[in-house]
């Protein structure tokens, strides 16, 4: 049974700043999230198309990610709103590293780009451990 990790209308909302690849660091693509950040969409053509692609990149994400008791979109909202202080952390009951980024500001700013590559791993990860076994 699919599980949905991952949702279509937040993926849009994202693709409208995607020349920036928020969409695709979103959906666990980070490397093109990377070269999308630097060439702005990849020189915007690459944005466009990508609202085509969208779907299909929530479909790719859905199989990846692990579904559990942490939601991926409130994850992603709180990193992209609130990053700088850790809000997404706390969430994740990530409290160490939590306080770290609300007094460091994410670590200078480098912590929140291994969080957007990271993220979706390791809400995957927690949501993994929070299941029951068998």
Known sequence: MKQ???????????????????HRFY???????TIWFFTLGFFFIG?????FLIPSMDAAAD???????YNYNVAWILLTFLGI???????????ISGIIWLSTGGLFALGL?????????????DNAKALPLG
């Open 4 to 22: 949905d990790t991952h949702s279509v209308p937040l993926g849009y909302i994202l693709w409208i700043f995607g020349f920036m690849g928020a």
């Open 47 to 51: 944005w466009i198309v990508d609202f």
């Open 63 to 69: 199989r990846k990610y692990s579904a559990g008791p």
């Open 113 to 125: 780009l291994y969080d957007l590559w990271k993220l979706n791993e390791i809400v995957s990860e």
């Open 27 to 33: 959906y666990g693509r980070p490397i093109t999230g």
């Open 85 to 95: 202080f850790g809000v997404h952390r706390f969430y994740l009951g990530r409290w």
